[in-house]
């Protein structure tokens, strides 16, 4: 497996996060609806308290709540969150046979007692 800033990395993932709990959820939600196939939403928990919660695809960050004041993602503007979705849009674009979508809160792989972040 891959590696990025010492997290496990799925070879076919994508969309990498920085984030918190509920909105992690449904940031995931929101994606794997808009993306029910290519795309692997993964978690990383930040050591210590960041404010980071961040939506990487491929390396170029697409959306920061701590960099960019762009808040969290699943209530963030309409635009920034078709700018998201058009990103990942042109990274699908010409992949053939892709896998159904997966994420680490859909798998059940994030443990509850723990707050949790997406990357």
Known sequence: SAQKN???RCPDSMVWW?????HARASEQLL???FPEGINVVQKKDNGVTGNFEI?????VVHSKKTRGEGFF???QEAQQ???RTAIKAKL????DLK???GDFQAGTVPKSKGCSIL
């Open 6 to 8: 010492g997290c496990r």
């Open 18 to 22: 920085l984030g918190y709990g509920k």
């Open 32 to 34: 794997l609806t808009w």
């Open 56 to 60: 990487t695809v491929g390396d170029e």
């Open 74 to 76: 699943e209530s963030a």
């Open 82 to 84: 078709q700018a998201v």
């Open 93 to 96: 674009d010409g992949r053939g």
């Open 100 to 102: 159904p979508s997966t």
